[in-house]
């Protein structure tokens, strides 16, 4: 029978590698996507599954700093979505006038 940290260890890996799968999926989104609320849309969820694969990964190397890092990323992220969304609507705003 397996140890309980080994199956965790697996679990964990597994869950880092079907998000860095599903962050790619959402940058091709973000490229390829024919709106710019779609971009936005695929901006924000790839800044949060970036925190919560950063925070699978503090989990499988035991490092509790990089809780920190997730929380600085989360603010960043945040502010970073606004000011696109800021900046879309702007441009869009001025282009009807």
């Known amino acids: 029978m397996p140890d ?3 199956v965790q260890n697996f679990l964990l890996i597994g869950s880092a590698i079907f998000l860095s799968v599903s962050i790619f999926l959402c940058l091709m989104r973000a490229a390829l996507g024919p709106r710019y609320t779609d ?7 790839i800044g949060t599954k970036i925190i919560v694969l950063i925070a699978v990964l503090s989990l499988v ?5 990089l ?6 990323y989360a603010i960043i992220s945040f502010l970073s979505v ?6 879309v609507l702007e441009n869009k705003e001025g282009s009807e006038e």
């Not at 971009?39 to 969820?45: D, E, G, K, M, Q």
């Not at 190397?61 to 700093?65: C, I, L, M, T």
């Not at 606004?82 to 900046?87: D, F, G, H, P």
């Open 4 to 6: 309980v940290t080994t």
């Open 39 to 45: 971009r936005i849309t695929a901006a924000s969820i």
């Open 61 to 65: 190397v035991g490092q509790s700093y």
């Open 67 to 72: 809780v920190d890092i997730c929380l600085i």
């Open 82 to 87: 606004v000011v696109l969304a800021r900046s």
